[in-house]
Every structure is written in structure tokens, then in C-alpha cells.
């Protein structure tokens, strides 16, 4: 468990989800000092509202009097990274049903899981213009979305979301002399039938307000506004005023305004094999080799910025967190901090590329789940529900290769058949059916990869993607003795009561791609759980690559370990 600043309580964690992926998702839990409500806090889900998830990070660093906070600093890592509102679909337009196809789709799993443990929503956006009931002109008007606070609704129920919003509007606004910066209420009307955004029946506030009947609103301040560092306090001071007429007391860290202007470019830093790449200039690399990246300092641990490089042939894939071989060559490589451009290194290459091996047969390169894999043509590799591949290209070859995972679309609204360099995250759930064949493995789903290049002969080779299954949690009790508890989801198992580290989990796959949750917050390898007599504990184990749940254990409390 890791524990952040020193003024974290007992009982306060920080997870990371999806770890290892090009989606992250960072979570921190803030207990108070005092009992009461558990907010949830979000920013981040658009990745061109910059000062929604740098208010969020900055709020993760407070300290909480009364109640607890779940905050979500940067939901949408890809978006950020490229400084989109979206990579493949709007990730706030996917909570009107739990979809299964993009990233986008796995992220939104996790935040229903915390959104359940929570008492009331608050999301932080950064909109166009300046909100205003009437139009104005082309940046105040009824389309405009910045400068305000959104809701779904006045009244739901019994939740009086206009009384506490202009409470709220009452004291932020008292502090901002211009006009035109202040803050207006914003209702959507999202249930009413002419509703003019029936799109916001799609988003997570909605969801929070009518799934879970809990109290959320947007915080949205305007794009249109230059000043990051006061468009950050703004939305904290709102925020933190949100909180307070919800039940929650925090306190919220210390910085500057030319921190937040500045925090995106100082003290980041990465080394491509060993060396520095540098702000600009050239970077020698050699043909056929295979990168190593490593974050050397990642910046100024208050705003924890989200570092990325980038090929220039491969926009998007993040190689701090994604493996490559270079076969074949690009030109530049580009590091970014939360979206921001801080070096372009020229590549130099300097030898060249490795010959064929001279066999009869093509031979594929692929990294699976980090590693790397040979296939020849007409092989089949062998993987497990949630394995990570990354097709890498052809051994020796000359060509603009395309290789195409049949079933697979890397990029939805571009679909070339060109599956290089991108993560696939093998769940068949994801693919396309038409495009499975029939495997001699029971349990198992096989799709093809072939060769497309034009101009050459064809080649393929098949993967075959295993059912997950889990056949044993690895346990150790208070004296460090281990147990080894066999696995039956929806089963139930017997434990003395006491305290348990979580070692392992025996199945057939690498255990890191599972990750396991005990009601309500992750439970990562090494860490302790407690079984009471009278209090059940639920323990769920899921995949770790997409969130989806594989099965559920109760733990109770008794006197010999059975089942």
C-alpha cells in the first residue's frame, strides 16, 4: 500500500489501475479525521480540459478534516497525452450502458466500481465560452458550457441540487470582481423529453444522479479564459465549497500560480538506452534494436503530470509503458507532460537493420504482455484472456509491412488493416465474431494475423486466446504462514479470524494481469485484509487488463481454515 504526504490518515491509499497499459488510472482515497460522507471527485475525462485534472491532482494532495474523498486526477490518460477530447469514443457519453469495446469502456468500469462506494459526484470540466441562459453572442449563450455549474436537474427525489449550487454560486462569486468570469447555474433538463442535450443522459453525472441516486454536478470553467493558474482556483475554491454543503471538510495543499503555469516542463526527464534524450538535437539509435525507456525524474510530485513519448510513426502508443523493436526506422522521437510538447529528438541510425534469417517461412515479432515472441508463418501462439500483444513487424524485412489481426480494429474511424505497434488487450469480447475460427482447444477463441503488405507473398499465423481461470489464492496469516485457499467463485471458505496478506493467485496466466477488490477498494499483492466473525468479506477477483470481474470468494470468520 502506499501511503502519500505525511498528513495521510490511516486508512488513506493510492492505486493505480490498469498498470502497465496505455490507459493508467490513478486513484487516491483521502479518509478525514472525522467521520462522514465519502465524495468522489474526477477530472480528466476529456483530455483537452487541462485545468479540470490539474485541480483534481491538486485536490489529491489535501487534507480532509471530516469525511473522505475518492479522487480520479486524470481519468483519460490517451486524451491527455495527445491533448484530445477523445481517442476513440467521448468517455463521458459511455455510462448510459456498461459498453465493452474501447478503453474507454474498461476505465468507465472502474469508475462505476468507486462511483457505488460514494455519496455524491463532483466532476471538473474545462468547457468553450461562457454558459448563458440567453444568447448573447457567439461565446455567451445556451451552447456554451464554461463558467458554470452544471446539474442535471433542480430537484431529483429529494436531492436539492439548486439549493446547494447557488449556495455555492452565492460565495465563489463574491470573490470574482469581473462580471463576465463569475459562475451561473446550468441546468440541462436531462430527463425532461425536449430537453436540449439529450446527450448528457449519456454522461456520468447523470449516471451517479439516477443509478445510484446520489448528488453530482459539474464544475466547468471556460476554455476561453488564458489564465490556467486562476482558472485552477476557481475550481478548487468551488470544489472545496461543494464539499463542505455535501458533508466533507478539507483543507487544500499550498502552491503558486507560477507552479501551475510552469509545473508541465520542470524537472521531467527520460533516457532512451541509457542516454538523456535531449530537449532537442539528434538521438543515435541502432536499426533493430529494442527500446528501453525510463522515466528519469517525472516532475514536480504536486501535479504527478502523465509522461509520454512518442515515435513519430506511431502517435499515441506511449513507449514509457509499451515495448518496441526498432525494425523499422522513424525520425523523431517527442516527449509529453500532460499533453505538453518538452523535447523532439531527431533520430540518428547508425548501422544496419538485421538480415533474414534466410528460412523458408516469415517470421512475425510480437511483444506479449511485455515479452518478446517469434512466430513463424502458419504457427499458433498461445495467450490467456487479457494478455497484452503488440504486433512489432516481420524479421528482416525490408517492406512498409501490414499486418492485420483479423477481428481487430486499431483505429475506428480509420480502419486500414494496420494493426503494427498498437496495444491489443486479447479479450474476444472486443473483436469482432465473424472473424473467430474454430481452435482444437476446448475453452479457447482463435483468430488469424496476416500479412498484408503489398507486393509480397502472404503469411499468417493464429492466435489462440484461453479462458482466465483462477485455481488458487495465495495467502499468508499473521504469523507469516502460508495458505493455499482453493478457488470457487460464488463459493465460500472459512478462515480463523485475523489478519491475511494477499500473495498471490495461482491460475492459468501471469497473476499480474489480475487484480482483486474486497468490497469496496483494490487489493494489491503483498497487502493485508482482515476476516471478523459476523462480518463476511467478499473478495473479488477480476482481470486486471479490462476490469472484468471473474469471480467472487466470501471469507468468514471461524475456527479451523475450510471450506
Not at 523493436?325 to 522513424?330: C, S
Request: with cysteine.
Amino acid at each position: 500500500m502506499v501511503l502519500f504526504a505525511s498528513h495521510a490518515l490511516a486508512g488513506s491509499w493510492e492505486h493505480s489501475f490498469f498498470t502497465g497499459t496505455q490507459y493508467p488510472l490513478k486513484v487516491v482515497y483521502l479518509k478525514g479525521e472525522q467521520p462522514g460522507p465519502t465524495i468522489m471527485v474526477q477530472g480528466g475525462i476529456q483530455g483537452d480540459e487541462s485545468a479540470g485534472y490539474i485541480t483534481a491532482q491538486l485536490l489529491s494532495q489535501a487534507k480532509v478534516l471530516k469525511g473522505s474523498v475518492i479522487v480520479l486526477p486524470r481519468a483519460n490518460v490517451p486524451s491527455i497525452n495527445l491533448h484530445k477530447r477523445q481517442i476513440n469514443v467521448d468517455m463521458n457519453r459511455r455510462f448510459d450502458q456498461n459498453y465493452n469495446r474501447f478503453y474507454e469502456d474498461r476505465v468507465a468500469r472502474v469508475i462505476r466500481f468507486l462511483l457505488a462506494q460514494s455519496d455524491a459526484f463532483i466532476h471538473l470540466h474545462e468547457g468553450s465560452g461562457f454558459y448563458n441562459p440567453t444568447y448573447v453572442d457567439n461565446l455567451r449563450n445556451p451552447k456554451r458550457y464554461g463558467q458554470s455549474i452544471i446539474v442535471d436537474t433542480l430537484v431529483y427525489d429529494k436531492i436539492d441540487l439548486a439549493h446547494t449550487v447557488n449556495s455555492v454560486l452565492e460565495e465563489l462569486n463574491g470573490r470574482i470582481a469581473a462580471s463576465d468570469y463569475q459562475f451561473k447555474l446550468f441546468n440541462t433538463r436531462t430527463f425532461d423529453q425536449g430537453t436540449d442535450y439529450p446527450e448528457m443522459r449519456k454522461s456520468l453525472t447523470c449516471y451517479a444522479l439516477a443509478e445510484h441516486g446520489i448528488p453530482a454536478m459539474a464544475v466547468e470553467v471556460s476554455k476561453s479564459i488564458t489564465q490556467i493558474d486562476w482558472k485552477v482556483r476557481q475550481q478548487l475554491a468551488a470544489t472545496i465549497m461543494l464539499l463542505q454543503r455535501l458533508g466533507v471538510t478539507v483543507l487544500p495543499p499550498d502552491f503558486t500560480d507560477e507552479e501551475v503555469r510552469a509545473y508541465a516542463r520542470k524537472g521531467v526527464q527520460v533516457s532512451v538506452n541509457g542516454r538523456l534524450l535531449p530537449e532537442s538535437g539528434v538521438i543515435n539509435l541502432a536499426p533493430g534494436s529494442t527500446l528501453s525507456v525510463k522515466s528519469v525524474s517525472s516532475g514536480l510530485r504536486e501535479f504527478s503530470p502523465e509522461l509520454a513519448l512518442f515515435a513519430s510513426d506511431r502517435p499515441g502508443v506511449n513507449l514509457i509503458s509499451a515495448r518496441r523493436m526498432a525494425l523499422e526506422p522513424f525520425s523523431a522521437l517527442e516527449l509529453r507532460s500532460d499533453g505538453k510538447q518538452v523535447a523532439r529528438a531527431k533520430v540518428k541510425w547508425t548501422g544496419k537493420l538485421p538480415v533474414s534469417p534466410g528460412e523458408d517461412k516469415p517470421v512475425f515479432v510480437c511483444w506479449l504482455n511485455d515479452n518478446p515472441v517469434f512466430v513463424r508463418d502458419g504457427e499458433t501462439l498461445q495467450t490467456v484472456m487479457g494478455d497484452q500483444l503488440i504486433l512489432e513487424g516481420l524479421w528482416g524485412s525490408d517492406f512498409k509491412e501490414v499486418v492485420n489481426l483479423k477481428g481487430f480494429v486499431a483505429i475506428p474511424w480509420a480502419n486500414n488493416g494496420q494493426d503494427l505497434g498498437w496495444e491489443i488487450i486479447l479479450d474476444p469480447d472486443n473483436f469482432m465474431s465473424k472473424y473467430s475460427i474454430e481452435s482444437d482447444r476446448p475453452d479457447v477463441t482463435r483468430f488469424r494475423v496476416v500479412r498484408e503488405t503489398p507486393g509480397v507473398p502472404s503469411a499468417e499465423f493464429y492466435v489462440d486466446i484461453a479462458s482466465r481461470k483462477v485455481h488458487a489464492l495465495m495467502l499468508a496469516d499473521s504469523r507469516g504462514q502460508s495458505l493455499l485457499v482453493p478457488w470457487v467463485s460464488g463459493g465460500s471458505y472459512r478462515l480463523p479470524q485475523g489478519q491475511y496478506v494477499l500473495e498471490g493467485a495461482w491460475s492459468n496466466g501471469a497473476d499480474r494481469k489480475l487484480v482483486t477488490t474486497t468490497g469496496t477498494r483494490p487489493l494489491s499483492q503483498g497487502e493485508a485484509f482482515t476476516v471478523d466473525y459476523g462480518s463476511p468479506l467478499e473478495l473479488t477477483v477480476r482481470q486486471a487488463t479490462t476490469f472484468g470481474d471473474i469471480g467472487t470468494m466470501t471469507f468468514t470468520a471461524g475456527g479451523l481454515a475450510e471450506r
